[in-house]
Nanobody, 126 residues
């Protein structure tokens, strides 16, 4: 079993930055591919970014490329999402997800992920 705890959400003005963290426990962290998804009110959950177990491969949704950066520190069992140039439409609950494999597979499909955090709210004011 893997436990995921997100932190770092909050209220920020448009154009600002936030860094989300997700601390994992319960498995060898480097054997888990990790991802971030988000869900805005009234909308379906959508893929944000994914990273392989080694951190060598990263993937992004098109709308996040150039603004968001996913990274991980396997020594700290933590994955990060650095979000820059935030827009009002980035407002959502952001979820950390883990896959029981070090490779990302179909990284944008939330069914690929076995474990989920409770989510952290990000609100961007315009």
């Amino acid at each position: 079993q893997v436990q995921l705890i997100e932190s770092g959400g909050g209220l920020v003005q448009a154009g600002g930055s936030l860094r989300l963290s997700c601390a994992a426990s319960g498995r060898t962290f480097s054997r888990l591919a990790m991802a971030w998804f988000r869900q805005a009110p009234g909308k379906e959950r959508e893929f944000v970014a994914a990273i392989s177990g080694s951190g060598g491969r990263t993937y992004y949704a098109d709308s996040m490329k150039g603004r968001f950066t996913i990274s991980r520190d396997n020594a700290r069992n933590t994955v990060y999402l650095q979000m820059n140039s935030l827009k009002a439409e980035d407002t959502a609950v952001y979820y950390c997800a883990a896959r029981s494999a070090s490779y990302v597979g179909t990284y944008y499909d939330d069914h690929e992920y076995n474990y989920w955090g409770q989510g952290t709210q990000v609100t961007v004011s315009s």
